[in-house]
């Protein structure tokens, strides 16, 4: 088996462990999502979790197994793309820990514009103490010692009698996730099912197959029963919010009071 093989092997063995990580790391965002109260945003939640990840992973490998033709002719080239690729998959985990935590005070998730935010506004857009900084630089360590035990493992595991099997189960997982669970969200998103769609900002560079127009213009969705059903969507209000604490009182004032008053509205953005 060639150097290139063995690589390639490694690879989608370690993209399979790196993939299950993420999804492991994800489920804090669960806590921040609204309740699912039906098996079919369960199944929706569970199925597209994986096969985003899976994806992404499933990416990096065809991204690693077009370099890695010319590398046949460059000494030492694969040990090299190995150690890069270690270290994509360390700042990966590590980009994804720091946005659950970012995601968990600010409700919004790390991106080009809040990276850039924060670069030219420093401390006063997001202030982080000491202590904060400390765990971080924790959690980069950790991500790095184990990414690099997983390295070993998913060499042991491509090399075992049971790959070719364990590569099939996965690629199917994958494959049966990915069309259920954006077979589930573009009819959820037609039929404006939000106990489905209000999931889905909650996890990030998530974006499940939509497809209003295409359903509706096919007749498999009735258009009119989809026009009542958004006329009679309701709006839950929060049951965190207990304000005001007392009835509030007005009176009237005669005398007219030179008062300015100065608003500022701001809002959450959702990236």
Known sequence: MTNRAVFLKWTLAFSIFISVILCVISLRFFEFMPEISSAKAALFISTGLFSHYVLICLLVYLSLWLVSFPLK???????VLKVITLILA??????????????????????????????????????????TWLITGLVGVICLVGIVALSRWANLVSQSGQWLRIKRIYLSAFFVSFFVSNGIHLFADATYDQSVTALVRHIPMFSPLTGKSTLLNSGLID???IRAERQNLSVKTSSELNYPKQPIVTTDNDESLNVLMIIVDSCVMTC
């Not at 970012?102 to 857009?125: C, E, K, P």
Request: charged share 10%; glycine share 10%; with cysteine.
């Open 73 to 79: 002719f460059v000494p030492h080239g694969f040990k």
């Open 90 to 131: 360390a700042a990966g985990c590590f980009l994804l820990v720091a946005d659950t935590f970012v995601y968990a005070q600010y409700r919004f998730h790390i991106s080009g514009f809040v990276v850039d935010m924060l670069l030219q506004g420093g401390s006063a857009i997001i202030d982080l103490s000491w202590f």
């Open 223 to 225: 258009a009119e029963s």
